[in-house]
T-cell receptor
Framework: GNSVTQMEGPVTLSEEAFLTINCTYT??????LFWYVQYPGEGLQLLLK???ADDKGSNKGFEATYRKETTSFHLEKGSVQVSDSAVYFC????????????WGLGTSLAVNP | EAGVTQFPSHSVIEKGQTVTLRCDPI?????LYWYRRVMGKEIKFLLH????????ESGMPNNRFLAERTGGTYSTLKVQPAELEDSGVYFC???????????FGPGTRLTVT
């Protein structure tokens, strides 16, 4: 079946630190991969996505590369800010499956000044 | 353009009572999804509408849950009778078509006591 395994949090970093949140997946077919973010008091927002192997998604300084050989889609940012404090969710969808999203557990990130 | 809205934002009910959650998708979005996040677990897909038709309701937990989307606009999710394990955050998302991004509402936090 399809599933997403995501690094558990919470993660606490100081401002300007390097961030990695690990995400691996299992999927039948060729999934699209996503990172969603939920800021405090807000809904889920798409942060970035990649639709095929070796694609790199990027947004707001965050990056993730679709690695088919390691079935991974790790989220990285070179220098986090206090405003990046949020919960980050890795997810996948498979073509022909209504595009429903299969989710990881979510990783809470707190960035201290 | 208004985003996806959900009502209420928070509902507290007693076991055995009935609750109806509402989702208003972005205007013109034919696809509407319901998801649920139970505390400590991953977000789970509940069901998917295309216009007024249910395309996939494989994630609905049991027959105490009833979703409708009359007229293909807003959707309601009724839980009757509510049980303690129904507590969680219910998210609604909409998309223009299957190849497009899903836009999420802020969620409804349901607490069953």
């Amino acid at each position: 079946g399809n599933s997403v395994t995501q690094m558990e949090g919470p993660v606490t970093l100081s401002e300007e630190a390097f961030l990695t949140i690990n995400c691996t997946y299992t999927a039948t077919g060729y999934p699209s991969l996503f990172w969603y973010v939920q800021y405090p008091g807000e809904g889920l927002q798409l942060l970035l996505k990649a639709t095929k192997a070796d694609d790199k998604g990027s947004n707001k300084g965050f990056e993730a590369t679709y690695r088919k050989e390691t079935t991974s889609f790790h989220l990285e940012k070179g220098s986090v800010q206090v405003s990046d404090s949020a919960v980050y969710f890795c997810a996948l969808s498979v073509t022909g499956n209504n595009r429903k999203l299969i989710w990881g557990l979510g990783t809470s990130l707190a960035v201290n000044p | 353009e208004a985003g996806v809205t959900q009502f209420p934002s928070h509902s507290v009910i007693e076991k055995g009572q009935t609750v109806t959650l509402r989702c208003d998708p972005i205007s013109g979005h034919d696809n509407l999804y319901w998801y649920r996040r139970v505390m400590g677990k991953e977000i789970k897909f509940l069901l998917h509408f295309v216009k007024e038709s249910k395309q996939d309701e494989s994630g609905m937990p049991n027959n105490r849950f009833l979703a409708e989307r009359t007229g293909g606009t807003y959707s309601t999710l009724k839980v009757q009778p509510a049980e303690l394990e129904d507590s969680g955050v219910y998210f609604c998302a909409s998309s223009l078509d299957l190849s497009y991004e899903q836009y999420f509402g802020p969620g409804t936090r349901l607490t069953v006591t």
